[in-house]
C-alpha cells in the first residue's frame, strides 16, 4: 500500500509498505480519507511522540474490507468513522468508559500505531462506528477529532442548555465544530478568534458574539454582559491553550468551568490561583473523544442538528501541502488527505 511516511522533522515521503494483517477480531479499513489537525503539525515537527519513519493521521474514514479470524464478518464493506484512539477493552480506563485514557491496546493512530496517510489502516469494534450514507467521507473522517473533541469538553465542563460558553480558536477545526455544536446544545456562544475576517463566518456558524484575541478579556466580558452575564462567561472551550489561557480564565464568571483541550504552542501558562480561589473556578483536561461521544457525533450531523464545515481535500501525494494550508492559519475548518 501507499503511505506518506514522516521521514524526518517536517519532511513526508510516499513509501510502499505492506498492507497490515488483522489479528482476532480486527477490522482492516480501506482509509478513504483522513483528517489534518494541529496535533499533525505539532507532530510533523517532532515535538510530540511520533518518531521518524511514523505514518501520521488519526482523523480515518474508510470501509471494512477484511476481518480478523475471530472478527464479526458483518463489518464487511461497511463504511465507518473511527475514534482516533484503538484501545484495548480490558483495562481499568476501558472498563469505566474512558477508553480516550486507555494505554493498552494499540493505541493512538500516528503515535502508537501507523495512522491514515496510508491507503490501510487496522481498528477494532471499539473504535469504529457505522457511517450513514448521507455523511460523506471526508466529513466522516473529522467527526471524531473535529466535532467529538468539542462535544466531549463540553461534557467534561457540564455546559448546559442557556449557558454561556466561550470558545478560544473558534476557527480552528475543533473550534468551529464547537461553537457548532454548543450553538446546537442551546448554549450561547462568544467566539474568539485572531482576525476581524473570520467574525462573519463565526456568526454565521451560530456564535452570538465574536471577539478577537487582541481585544481581550475585558471585550469577552463585555459580550457576556450584554448576553446577560454580567461576572463573564460560564464555560470556557480552550482550543489553542498558551497563547489565550490567561484570557480565558479572566473571563470566566463565579464557578466558570475551563477545559483544555487544545495545546498549539506547549509550554507553562500560568495560572493566577486568587483569582481561582475568590471565583471558585474549575480547569479540566480534556483528551479527544470516546465512542460515544463519535456516536453522538454522527446521530447530531445525520440528524441535520449540526452541519460540518467542509473539509478542503488533498491528494496523498500533496500531505505537506496539506500541511502548509494547515500552517499558513488561513484555512477555516479542516484540511483532509484523500489516500
Ligand atoms: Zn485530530
Ligand atoms: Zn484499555
Request: glycine letters at 12%; aromatic letters at 2%; proline letters at 6%.
Amino acid at each position: 500500500m501507499r503511505a506518506a511516511v514522516l521521514t524526518a522533522p517536517d519532511r513526508f515521503e510516499v513509501q510502499n509498505r505492506p498492507v497490515p494483517e488483522p489479528a482476532a477480531d480486527q477490522l482492516l479499513v480501506r482509509v478513504a480519507a483522513c483528517g489534518v489537525c494541529g496535533h499533525d503539525v505539532l507532530a510533523r515537527k517532532g515535538l510530540l511522540a511520533a518518531r521518524p519513519g511514523q505514518v501520521l493521521g488519526h482523523e480515518i474514514a474508510g470501509r471494512v474490507e477484511a476481518v480478523g479470524p475471530a472478527g464479526d464478518t458483518s463489518w464487511l464493506g461497511r463504511r465507518v468513522a473511527l475514534v482516533q484512539r484503538f484501545p484495548c477493552g480490558t483495562c481499568a480506563e476501558c472498563a469505566a468508559g474512558h477508553t480516550n485514557t486507555c494505554r493498552g491496546g494499540p493505541g493512538f493512530y500516528g503515535e502508537d500505531l501507523p495512522g491514515g496517510y496510508a491507503e490501510y489502516v487496522l481498528a477494532g469494534p471499539l473504535n469504529a462506528v457505522a457511517l450513514p450514507d448521507t455523511i460523506d467521507d471526508e466529513v466522516g473522517a473529522i467527526l471524531s477529532c473535529a466535532l467529538g473533541t468539542g462535544l466531549h469538553a463540553l461534557r467534561r465542563t457540564r455546559a448546559a442548555a442557556g449557558e454561556v460558553v466561550l470558545v478560544t480558536g473558534a476557527s480552528g477545526g475543533v473550534g468551529i465544530h464547537t461553537v457548532r455544536i454548543a450553538a446546537a446544545l442551546g448554549a450561547t456562544v462568544i467566539a474568539v478568534t485572531s482576525s476581524d475576517s473570520k467574525k462573519q463566518t463565526l456568526l454565521g456558524s451560530g456564535a452570538q458574539a465574536v471577539v478577537t484575541v487582541a481585544e481581550g478579556a475585558p471585550a469577552v466580558r463585555a459580550a457576556a454582559a450584554n448576553l446577560g452575564r454580567p461576572r463573564g462567561a460560564d464555560v470556557a472551550i480552550e482550543t489553542t491553550g498558551t497563547p489565550t489561557f490567561g484570557l480565558s480564565l479572566k473571563a470566566l464568571a463565579p464557578r466558570g468551568r475551563l477545559a483544555v483541550v487544545g495545546n498549539t504552542d506547549p509550554g507553562a501558562v500560568e495560572v493566577h490561583l486568587g483569582l481561582m480561589i475568590l471565583k471558585e473556578l474549575e480547569i479540566v483536561g480534556s483528551a479527544h473523544a470516546n465512542r460515544r461521544e463519535l456516536l453522538d457525533v454522527v446521530d447530531l450531523v445525520a440528524g441535520g442538528k449540526v452541519t460540518p464545515v467542509s473539509p478542503r481535500v488533498w491528494p496523498l501525494d500533496d500531505v505537506a501541502a496539506a500541511h502548509a494550508a494547515v500552517d499558513s492559519g488561513a484555512l477555516v475548518g479542516r484540511a483532509v488527505i484523500r489516500p
